[in-house]
């Protein structure tokens, strides 16, 4: 299973950026998906995550500027994110929880990262 981001790149404070992730190879079905960052010197915290049926849940510090949505025929989660701050540079990385085939145990798989970079 292969988790591959995009969508990041340099914005300037206050501008708006849209995050990709699509997974692909030997999957049966996904649970939850979602989205995490590291900022420089601090550890990965958690941004959004979406479930099957689309429920969401967001960091407190992104609630009202960013939306997680997905597509499931396509395995695909986004980020929206809007009024971007400095606050918000970051790796930004995908998370998936897998089940690969019927009867396998789901399993959280990764993207590599993309990084996102809010400065003027």
């Known amino acids: 299973v292969q988790l591959v981001e995009s969508g990041g790149g340099l914005v300037q404070p206050g501008g708006s950026l849209r995050l990709s992730c699509a997974a692909s190879?030997?999957?049966?079905?996904?649970?939850?998906m979602g989205w995490y960052r590291q900022p420089p010197g601090k550890q990965r915290e958690l941004v959004a995550t979406i479930t099957s049926g689309g429920s969401t849940n967001y960091a407190d510090s992104v609630k009202g500027r960013f939306t997680i949505s997905r597509d499931n025929a396509k395995n695909t989660v986004y980020l929206q994110m809007n009024s971007l701050n400095p606050e918000d540079t970051a790796v930004y990385y995908c998370?998936?929880?897998?089940?690969?085939?019927?009867?396998?145990?789901?399993?959280?798989?990764w993207g590599q990262g993309t990084q996102v970079t809010v400065s003027s």
């Open positions: 998370n998936a929880e897998v089940r690969r085939r019927i009867g396998f145990p789901v399993r959280g798989y």
């Open positions: 190879g030997s999957i049966f079905s996904i649970n939850g």
